[in-house]
């Protein structure tokens, strides 16, 4: 983005600079040579339109970083989780991460990796964990069977070792749906699957702060996006702010979430909250 706004500022300074020209040529009768304008930076991925516009009108987030606030040094941890990329969205969490010093756990798609290779190479650069959301996130796929299920992971990890590196992948994953979906049975059919990946090496994580942003039914009062995601977030802290861990889940597949996110890190801070990633963790949390 910083390539683009440069190269506007030289395009109006040349234009400034034809203009002031043709103003002499008007008045001494010279005959003006023509001036080169500099062309525009290129299109790269980072500049990639993220996703189709909400129809609600959403506010622009007023908080910024506050750099003073630090947290004690045994504060309570935070694990923020952003689900169902890499897409061209996740270069714009990337910068807003970057920007308030905050790790988080990002449950990636396998077949979203192979498409934004670049994204999934960033993640782990900036000090972020690429975990794991399924290679399809296909439901009737992967929740065939326990095996079924394993099978999808293992090429989740085959295409982080093809497009980011052999180490770069965590052992780390997240249900899609969660782990109490119809799809794998509930609390109860989910047992065989856990037990399968667990032998597998890996632990399951689910979440219990959120902002329901899949979960558009829930706005039962009809508030604008922003405002709906808003109110669920401070409903999740009600419910389940004394748990550890807490557990935080965003999908940057969602752009009202995106334009949220530094008002979260903002209000995640203001509680004295260390950013910590989903490798420290034990053991399984399911809901």
């Not at 999934?120 to 296909?138: Q, W």
């Not at 999808?152 to 180490?167: F, G, N, S």
Request: glycine content about 6%.
């Amino acid at each position: 983005m910083h390539g683009s706004k440069k190269a506007s500022i030289m395009i109006s300074g040349a234009l400034k600079a034809a203009l002031a020209a043709l103003m002499l040529c008007l008045l001494t009768g010279c005959r003006a040579e023509p001036i080169e304008i500099p062309a525009a930076a290129p299109f790269t991925e980072a500049h990639a339109v993220t996703a189709a516009p909400s129809r609600e009108q959403t506010p622009k987030p007023s908080p910024a970083p506050t750099s003073e606030v630090k947290p004690a040094p045994n504060a309570r941890k935070v694990y923020l989780t952003i689900d169902d990329g890499p897409n061209s969205a996740t270069h714009e969490v990337l910068d807003i991460l970057r920007e308030y010093n905050a790790k988080a756990t990002f449950f990636t798609i396998g077949q979203c990796i192979a498409a934004y290779p670049g994204v999934a190479k960033r993640i782990v650069n900036e000090g972020h964990l690429l975990a794991c959301h399924t290679n399809t996130h296909d439901f009737d796929r992967i929740y065939a069977s326990p095996e079924a299920f394993a099978a999808d992971v293992a090429d989740w990890r085959a295409a982080v070792e093809k497009y980011v590196a052999p180490d770069a992948g965590a052992y780390v994953f997240r249900f899609p749906g969660g782990s109490t979906n119809s799809s794998v049975g509930g609390r109860k059919g989910r047992t065989a699957f856990v037990e399968k990946m667990n032998a597998e090496g890996y632990i399951a994580v689910d979440w219990n702060l959120g902002l329901n942003d899949k979960w558009p039914a829930g706005n039962t009062e009809h508030l604008p996006m922003a405002e709906y995601l808003w109110k669920s977030y401070n409903d999740t802290w009600r419910l389940y702010g004394s748990i550890d861990p807490l557990v935080i889940l965003l999908h940057d597949t969602e752009p009202e979430t995106v334009k949220l996110l530094p008002r979260v890190l903002d209000d995640l801070i203001a509680r004295g909250l260390e950013f910590g990633l989903c490798d420290e963790l034990t053991g399984d949390y399911l809901m």
